[in-house]
């Protein structure tokens, strides 16, 4: 606490990000990166980018600011989605993107999300003062989304975010469901945010219906799927009415939340569907082998459609005592050099979130899974 702070800014609890560590010893499975690299496409226009249009010395249009209307990239993202470019908002991060959201959409009824969910979504309900209430996964951790909708006992929700697939669990829902949802929440003119961060992964997009949808507000990234985590760029794809309500937000903030790299870089990655099927095929491929191999050691593993395994150990059958703590899996992890994810939290404390990295990544990952629950066949020697 400082006295200088404000009553607001002492009032907030800050999202936590996973641990970047500076030194490259990790085996990082610990924050949903992709594995592999972006494709080549998006390094040759941020090559372009630099060496400039305006034929000056290199670097030199970074003297300029960027399009604030970005109109390269959502011409891309338009034309790979098939909606308008007026459809498109895109924002510094999908974090962002969600920031501006609840602060467009919602006000003063409670906004819906699961109890089990991305942690970011109450920082921002946090932020902008909106009520929230989370609504309890079924015990199997799937979204139950009768609970989302307006009922005479439940009242009116101030709109609802929904994860497909959702983290940290890796569940996936039917888009016919959501668009269920959304047609019931609009005839009270409430918006649905189908955050889909980790569709490429599996999981039916709803965008492909977003026309049919005024209220409906998908959001993606290019931090998981594209491999772009750290060129921080994410979008909303929905009715124009809505995409105009974020300008409105964004431009009474920082108009220039895209910068020319980001905004070039971006573009080009979006347009790549053939480069990212095959790295989100390579992903989807080793997602499948690790769970099988991780059911073999003794775990119990949620069904993912993301590039993460929600796992808990489960012990030998017969002896359900000798299950491993989460926090003990994720500290024996630590000093084999493995960095995952586990959120300290009721139901799923003894959970890790896995990212799925390479193959040779997993193959040192089941190796000291096998080393630390001392199950045959773990194959320690690698370890
Ligand atoms: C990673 C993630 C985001 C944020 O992505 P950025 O574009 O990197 O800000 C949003 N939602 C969910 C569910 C995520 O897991």
Known sequence: MSPFWNRRTAGLSPYIPGEQPRDRRFIKLNTNENPYPPSPRVIEALERVLAGDSGGPRGGDLRLYPDPLCGEFREAAAAAFGV????????????????????????????????????????????????????????????????????????????????????PTGRA?????????????????RVLIVDEAYAAFGAESLTSRIN???????????SKAASLAGLRVGFAIGSEELIQGLFRVR?????YTMDRLALAGGAAAVLDRAYYDGVNRRVIAVRERTAAALGVLGFEVVPSRAN?????????????????????????????????????????????????????????????????????????SRG
């Open 173 to 189: 829902l039917a888009a016919g469901e959501l668009a269920r949802a959304a047609e019931a929440l609009e005839k009270h003119n």
């Open 84 to 167: 308008k470019p007026e459809q498109v908002f895109p924002g510094n991060g999908s974090d962002e993107v969600l920031g501006f959201a609840f602060g467009a959409f919602f006000e003063s009824e409670p906004v819906l999300f699961p109890d089990i969910t991305y942690s970011f979504y109450p920082v921002y309900a946090g932020l902008w003062g909106i009520p929230h209430r989370t609504v309890p996964l079924r015990d199997d951790f799937s979204i139950d989304l009768r609970d989302y909708l307006p009922s005479p006992q439940r009242g009116l929700p101030g709109g609802a975010v929904i994860p497909n697939p959702n983290a």
């Open 308 to 380: 993460f395994l929600f796992i808990r150990h489960r012990g030998p059958a017969g002896n359900p005592g000798a299950a491993l703590s989460g926090a003990a899996l994720l500290a024996a992890l630590r000093d084999r050099g493995i960095l995952v994810r586990r959120f300290d939290q009721p139901r799923i404390a003894d959970y890790l979130r896995v990212s799925v990295g390479t193959e040779e990544d997993m193959d040192a990952f089941l190796a000291a899974c096998g080393e630390i629950t001392g199950a045959p066949g773990g194959g320690g």
């Open 212 to 222: 049919d949808h005024p209220n409906l507000l998908t959001v993606h990234t290019l």
């Open 251 to 255: 431009d009474s903030f920082n108009s």
